[in-house]
């Protein structure tokens, strides 16, 4: 469990804040504004670059917590440049990190209660929420966040998205 989740989480906002930093780079060579990043969209029903940065974040130190028996600190969701999204993609890691691995390892079949926005709930398991919810929405708004880089004109590649080789 540990390794399906903080060992999936955390590389991976790292690689966000790395596509982020390519941004950054891209607009210091005047090719774009980087202020008219973070509100961008890749359709007017999606969320913003800020936001599938947030939610991304959200997803991943919501599971993180539940599977660590922990409460997740609120996820920021205020606009924000660049500099501030890269800021929040790092207390986010630094969050994960910081939990326990003992509890997260026994999580797999223990139940763990997911509360949306709304305020519903939804009960899984450690495993389906990881495997079936909070790893698929993670990616979604991860990999959204990349198209809409590469939409404005950032120089991306998969291997931007992808990040080092690891080992596990």
Known sequence: MVQAS???FVPYLHNLSGLLDRATAHAATGALDPATLPPMRLASDMFNLTRQVCEANRHA???SALLAGQVAPATEESDADLAEL???IGRA?????SLPREPIAASA???VVFTFRSGATRAF???SLLLTFSLPQFFFHVT???DILRHAGVPLVKADYLGPPRSI
Not at 93 to 97: L, W
């Open 109 to 111: 079949e223990r139940e």
């Open 61 to 63: 130190t919501i599971a």
């Open 86 to 88: 890269q800021a929040r």
């Open 6 to 8: 903080v060992e999936v």
């Open 93 to 97: 890691i630094a969050f994960i990190e």
């Open 144 to 146: 959204t966040a990349y």
């Open 125 to 127: 398991t450690g495993r």
